[in-house]
């Protein structure tokens, strides 16, 4: 288990709903998805942005830039070649950023939104999803 793995788990296993955003303060993706999904939060009872490929530095500054306030991991490593983009955390496969998961039930991954595909509505309807009962 990584460092970020060990600080990862025993926040999507707490009871509640759990947002995990991976990302890097260079991507341009990553960006374009501040303002407009995370700024004005998500309903879950915690977000953490994974920041990863970024050398091993924070994005707190950027984070803090376009307003959104949320717990960071950051994932040491440098930032590799496209193809060799590939890393997993919570065993789960991160090949492309931005990705967003969404946990509950004690850290299961209730939805995962790759490639930039989320949106302030579609993570507001993931979170309460989340949150219903079977």
Not at 8 to 27: K, S, T
Not at 31 to 55: I, R, Y
Not at 79 to 98: M, Y
């Amino acid at each position: 288990m990584t460092n970020a793995d060990a600080a990862l788990r025993p926040i999507v296993e707490r009871e509640g709903v759990h947002v995990v955003h991976v990302w890097a303060p260079w991507c341009d993706n990553s960006l374009h998805e501040l303002a407009p999904v995370w700024a004005e939060g998500t309903g879950a009872d915690s977000v953490t942005f994974a920041t990863v490929w970024n050398d091993g530095a924070s994005g707190e500054d950027v984070l803090a830039q376009y307003g959104v306030e949320a717990d960071e991991i950051v994932v040491p490593g440098l930032r590799p070649e496209k193809a060799d983009r590939r890393t997993t955390l919570l065993g789960l496969p991160v090949t492309w950023i931005p990705t967003t998961w969404v946990f509950n039930r004690g850290g299961r991954l209730a939805y995962a939104f790759n490639y930039g595909e989320i949106t302030a509505e579609r993570l507001a309807e993931a979170v309460a999803d989340a949150r219903r009962g079977w």
